[in-house]
C-alpha cells in the first residue's frame, strides 16, 4: 500500500526528517510514536502534499505510484485522507458544502457524475450519528467555534464519509477525554476493512489500548529509531521517552533501526 | 486638465433638453454650469480623490450620446437577473425608452416615469425635491450631470404606500460610437410610511470605452423603508462616475446595497443625511476587481441630529493588479448625541500585485456617541486552502470557495435571493474559472 524509503524532509531549510523507511501493507494499522518535536506531524503532512515542505532525499510509492509527484487534491481523489492535528477553521464554508465538494471531486477525478443530493444527504446524515454529533453540526462552518473534541470528531467524521484507503491520523486522540476517545477509536475501528490501511500517529499509548495496530515505530529526531509490535507501545508508556534522548546523547545519529 | 470637458459643457446648446425654457430648470443648469467652471474636474490634489487618478478621462473628447437604439428581446434576456420578479424602466445610453420600460401603472398615485416627462407634466412634484442634495456639488463630476439635467426615472411613492415588487432600472450603454458620454439623472421621493425596492444597474452591451456619470438623489420621507441596490457592471473599458445623495427624515430606514463588479475606473460616492430622529442607514456593498480595474468607493454619513444611526459593511476582493479605494467618512454633528455609527471594510487580495487604500475616517462633534469602525486587508488563509486540497478540493475551486466565503457575509444582507444568487454567480464566474460552484453550495 504505502512505502516510504530514506526520506529525507527540510523545512526552512532546517532538516526535520532525516530518513524514514516505512512500509505498510494492506489492511494493517500502523502507530507513530514518539516525543514533541520528533516530526510526526512533518511526516503526515508531506503525505498530504503540504508544499512548502522540501523533499530532499528519498521516495514514498502509494500503490504502486510516486506519491510524491502528486498535487495534494490528487492524493485526496485516490484516497489519501489526513486527519489533522489542529483542524483548520474555516469560516463561512459550512461542513455539508465542504463534504460535497470533496464528495464530487473525487466523483469527477473517476469520471462519476456528481452524487444526487438525497443520496449525499443520507450519507452525511448515517455517518454523522457514527461519531456522536448532532445534525446541526452539519450546517456550522467547519470547525469554526468547535471544541478541541468537536474537532477531533469531525475530522473522524469526514474520514467516515470520503471512506479513504490511506487514512493517516495524527494525534486524533490529544486533548480528548476518555468518553470522546472511545468514540473516535470506534468510529476508526468500524472503518477497519482489509482494502484500508491506517497510520495513526499518537503521543500517548492510551489509544492503542482501544486501536491494537499491528505495529509500531518510534520517532525520534526525524529518524525511526526503534520499531516493534503492539507491545512496544506498552513498554514506552511504563518507561517513557527518555531512554532515546539519553541514546541521542550517547551516540549522536546511531539510532538502531 | 478640463479643457475638453469644457468643450463638452458647450455642447450643451446642440441637445434636447428636459425642461427646457423652464426657468426653475434652466436656473440649476447654468448654475452648476458656472460651478462646474470654478471647479474644473477633481485631480489627485484633491483630497477626495487622492488615490483615483481620473487622468485618462480628463485625456478623452466624449460627446453626449444620441438617442440610443433600440434593444431586442435577445438584448433583454441578456442582461435579466434569472428569475426575479421586476417593474422595469430601462434607460439607453442615457435616454428613457418609454417602449422597453413597463414600469408606468402602478395605480395608486404612484410615479415612475421620465425624469424628462415628469419635469415637464407634474413640476410641483419634481421642483421642490430636484436637486436639492446635489445643491453644493462636492466635485466638477456632479456640476457636470445637473449642467446638462439630462433625462433618467422619476420615481414617486405616495404616502402609506407599499410597492411589493422591486423596481428595476436598468441604465444600458449601447450606442455605437467610442468615446459617449451619459448623465443620467434620476430622482427618487419615498412618501411616509411607503415601502419601495429599487435596483439601480448599470450595464454595457459592447465593451467600448465611455463614460457614465450619474446621479440619484433619494428621499426617504418620514418612516419611510427604502431598499436600494446597485450593480455596477460598465464594461471592461468603460468609465462610472456616480453618486447616490440620500436624505432620509424621521424613523426612515434605507439600506443600501452596492455591488461594483465592472468599469476600467469606477466610482461610486454614497452620501447619507440621517435628517430626522431614529432614522437608520445600512450600507453594504462588495467590490469585486481583476486585470487593472479601479474602483473607488467613497461613503460618508451625516448624523446631523439626535438618536440617528448607521451600519456600514464593506468587502472587497481584488485580483491581478487592480487596485482599490475605500474611503468611508462618518460625521456626527454638535446635536446628535447618541448617534450609533458602525463600519467595517475587509479586503481579500488575491494577487501579490493587487492593491487597496482603505481609509475610515469619523468625525465627531457629539460626545454621547457610540461609534467603531475596522479596515483590513489580507490574503487567503494557506492552511485553509491545504485543508480543503487533502479533501480533494483541487486549487482552484478551493480558492472560489474560501473568496466566496470571504465575500458572502456581505452578499448574505442582500434581502432579494435571485438578485443574492446572481450577484454571487457574477463574482464567482468573473474571478474563477470554475463552473461548478454553484453545485457546492
Ligand atoms: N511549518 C514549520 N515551519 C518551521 N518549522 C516547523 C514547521 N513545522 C514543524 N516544524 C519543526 O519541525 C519539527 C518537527 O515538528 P512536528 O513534525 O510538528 O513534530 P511532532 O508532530 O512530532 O510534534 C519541530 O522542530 C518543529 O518546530
Ligand atoms: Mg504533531
Not at chain 2, 376 to 399: I, K
Request: aromatic share 6%; net charge negative.
Amino acid at each position: 500500500m504505502l512505502s516510504i524509503d530514506n526520506l529525507h524532509v527540510r523545512i526552512d531549510g532546517k532538516a526535520i526528517l532525516k530518513g524514514i523507511d516505512l512500509d505498510v501493507g494492506s489492511g494493517e494499522v500502523h502507530a507513530i510514536m514518539g516525543p514533541n518535536g520528533s516530526g510526526k506531524s512533518t511526516l503526515a503532512n508531506v503525505l498530504a502534499g503540504r508544499e512548502n515542505f522540501d523533499v530532499t532525499q528519498g521516495e514514498v510509492k502509494y500503490l504502486g505510484e510516486d506519491l510524491l509527484a502528486l498535487p495534494s487534491d490528487e492524493r485526496a481523489c485516490k484516497g489519501v485522507f489526513l486527519a489533522f492535528q489542529y483542524p483548520v477553521e474555516i469560516p463561512g464554508v459550512s461542513n455539508v458544502y465542504l463534504l460535497k465538494a470533496a464528495v464530487n471531486a473525487r466523483r469527477k477525478y473517476h469520471g462519476e457524475k456528481a452524487i444526487a443530493a438525497g443520496e449525499f444527504l443520507k450519507l452525511v446524515k448515517e455517518k454523522v450519528k457514527m461519531v456522536d454529533m448532532k445534525e446541526e453540526f452539519l450546517q456550522r462552518a467547519v470547525n469554526e467555534g468547535f471544541s478541541g473534541g468537536e474537532k477531533k470528531r469531525n475530522e473522524i467524521f469526514q474520514m467516515a464519509v470520503l471512506e479513504p484507503t490511506l487514512a493517516i491520523l495524527d494525534e486524533t486522540d490529544s486533548g480528548l477525554d476518555i468518553d470522546a476517545m472511545k468514540i473516535v477509536a470506534d468510529g476508526v475501528n468500524a472503518l477497519r476493512r482489509e482494502d484500508r490501511s491506517m497510520i495513526v500517529v499518537t503521543h500517548y499509548q492510551r489509544l492503542l489500548d482501544y486501536i491494537v495496530p499491528d505495529r509500531v515505530h518510534v520517532l525520534a529526531d526525524g529518524r525511526i529509531v526503534k520499531f516493534g509490535d503492539k507491545n512496544l507501545a506498552l513498554e514506552l508508556e511504563k518507561e517513557g521517552y527518555g531512554w532515546i534522548r539519553d541514546r541521542l546523547e550517547r551516540e549522536p545519529g546511531a539510532a538502531t533501526r | 486638465m478640463s479643457e475638453r470637458f469644457e468643450q463638452l459643457l458647450a455642447e450643451r446648446s446642440r441637445l434636447d433638453l428636459p425642461g427646457a425654457g423652464v426657468d426653475w430648470v434652466e436656473t440649476i443648469r447654468n448654475e452648476n454650469a458656472r460651478r462646474f467652471e470654478e471647479l474644473g474636474l477633481p485631480t489627485p490634489r484633491d483630497e477626495d480623490w487622492k488615490y483615483t487618478n481620473i487622468e485618462p478621462i480628463a485625456r478623452k473628447s466624449f460627446t453626449p450620446a444620441d438617442t440610443g437604439e433600440s434593444l431586442t428581446g435577445r438584448d433583454l434576456r441578456a442582461i435579466a437577473i434569472p428569475g426575479l420578479d421586476v417593474h422595469r424602466a430601462i434607460l439607453i445610453d442615457g435616454h428613457y425608452s418609454p417602449t422597453l420600460s413597463n414600469a408606468g401603472e402602478l395605480g395608486d398615485g404612484v410615479r415612475i416615469c421620465s425624469l424628462a416627462e415628469a419635469i415637464d407634466e407634474q413640476p410641483d412634484l419634481v421642483q421642490p425635491w430636484l436637486g436639492r442634495l446635489a445643491a453644493e456639488p462636492e466635485h466638477g463630476f456632479r456640476a457636470l450631470n445637473s449642467a446638462f439635467l439630462q433625462d433618467g426615472i422619476f420615481i414617486w411613492v405616495p404616502d402609506g404606500c407599499r410597492i411589493d415588487t422591486p423596481i428595476e432600472l436598468c441604465c444600458v450603454q449601447h450606442g455605437e460610437p467610442e468615446e459617449t458620454v451619459s448623465q443620467p439623472r434620476h430622482l427618487v421621493v419615498a412618501g411616509e410610511g411607503s415601502r419601495l425596492t429599487l435596483i439601480e444597474r448599470y450595464v454595457s452591451l459592447h465593451d467600448k470605452r465611455y463614460l457614465t456619470n450619474a446621479i440619484t438623489e433619494v428621499f426617504a420621507r418620514r418612516n419611510a423603508r427604502v431598499d436600494h441596490y446597485k450593480l455596477q457592471q460598465e464594461s471592461t473599458k468603460g468609465y462610472h462616475i456616480g453618486s447616490w445623495l440620500i436624505e432620509q427624515h424621521a424613523g426612515s430606514h434605507v439600506m443600501t446595497h452596492n455591488a461594483a463588479l465592472g468599469g476600467a475606473t469606477a466610482r461610486t460616492d454614497i452620501r447619507v443625511r440621517l435628517d430626522g430622529a431614529h432614522a437608520h442607514c445600512d450600507l453594504n456593498g462588495v467590490y469585486v476587481l481583476n486585470g487593472r480595474q479601479h474602483v473607488d468607493t467613497h461613503t460618508k454619513v451625516d448624523h446631523c441630529v439626535a438618536d440617528t444611526s448607521s451600519d456600514e459593511f464593506y468587502k472587497g476582493v481584488l485580483n491581478d493588479r487592480s487596485r482599490a479605494v475605500f474611503h468611508g467618512r462618518v460625521v456626527v454633528h454638535p446635536d446628535a448625541q447618541r448617534s450609533d455609527a458602525r463600519q467595517r471594510n475587509k479586503n481579500l487580495l488575491l494577487s501579490p500585485d493587487a492593491e487597496v487604500d482603505s481609509k475610515p475616517q469619523l468625525e465627531i462633534h457629539a460626545d454621547d456617541v457610540a461609534c467603531t469602525h475596522g479596515a483590513s486587508v489580507g490574503q487567503l488563509d494557506d492552511d485553509a486552502l491545504f485543508y480543503l486540497r487533502t479533501r480533494g478540493v483541487d486549487e482552484e475551486t478551493a480558492r472560489g470557495l474560501l473568496t466566496f466565503a470571504f465575500a458572502n457575509d456581505v452578499i448574505e444582507k442582500f434581502e432579494l435571493p435571485r438578485l443574492r444568487h446572481y450577484v454571487e454567480h457574477e463574482l464567482t464566474s468573473k474571478m474563477f474559472s470554475i463552473d461548478d460552484l454553484e453545485e457546492i453550495i
